[in-house]
């Protein structure tokens, strides 16, 4: 049961991650250069690679 909900999370997590990143990326290019979008793009890549992570670490549970 615990390896459903860490894929799921997994899951929400690369979704929101890319999410976090395209709207970083649209704040920075449309002159607003704040920490806060700077901080969103960096914050939506660690994200997408904590949740890769979390994929992998999954499937090698499960096989």
């Known amino acids: ?3 459903v909900f ?3 999370f997994a ?3 690369l979704a929101l991650g890319v999410v976090s990143v395209a709207l970083g990326a649209v704040a920075r290019r449309n002159g607003t250069r704040s920490g806060q979008a700077t901080v969103g793009l960096v914050l939506g890549v660690v994200a997408i690679i904590v949740a890769i992570a979390n994929m992998v670490i999954a499937y090698n549970v499960l096989t």
């Open 11 to 13: 899951i929400i997590g």
């Open 1 to 3: 049961m615990g390896v």
């Open 6 to 8: 860490a894929v799921l």
